[in-house]
């Protein structure tokens, strides 16, 4: 079974770190596993759906995604990625524009540093921007940023 695996896995883990080992990481199956596992003095839980899942991400937004990750079982998507000259967010207020209500511009990183941005922020090509969307809603989201 599965929950078997991960408590080996976990074990494994734990036994390593007290051997010495400067890091561990531990892969588990089940998902709520996960955040446990650091308080059990392991420094990292890997899924393999959420590895998995996240290749495929990169994979499929290779030319703009520099990093992703998923949250949760899949469910939320938190996306870092340079947005292009002629995306139809740029030049815009964000108050202006009618993203998905639960999709969350979290941060703009440019040369002079990182803007959390409000209603008033404008986003400017080449801007590298960090999201968080529902998966459900990525694509709907990711059109204001597509050149």
């Not at 561990?24 to 990292?44: E, M, N, S, Y």
């Not at 959420?50 to 991400?57: E, K, M, P, V, Y």
């Not at 995604?65 to 964000?94: C, M």
Request: hydrophobic share 45%; net charge neutral.
């Amino acid at each position: 079974s599965t929950t078997g695996d991960d408590e080996h896995n976990i074990m494994a883990g734990i036994l390593a770190k007290e051997l010495g080992a400067n890091r561990t990481i531990a892969v588990v199956h089940q998902p709520d596993f996960a955040p446990l596992v650091g308080k059990l003095g392991i420094d990292h839980a890997v899924t393999p759906r959420g590895s998995f899942a996240n290749r495929i991400l990169k994979l499929v937004h290779h030319e703009k995604v520099s990093s992703s990750a998923i949250i949760g079982d899949g469910q939320v998507l938190l996306l870092e990625f340079r947005v292009g000259g002629s995306a139809s967010i740029v030049g815009k207020p964000l108050k202006s524009v009618k993203m998905p209500q639960d999709a969350l511009l979290a941060a703009i990183l440019r040369e002079e540093g990182i803007v959390i941005p409000h209603g008033d922020t404008v986003v400017q090509a080449g801007d590298v921007v960090v999201l968080v969307a529902p998966s459900d809603h990525l694509d709907r989201t990711l059109k204001f940023f597509r050149t």
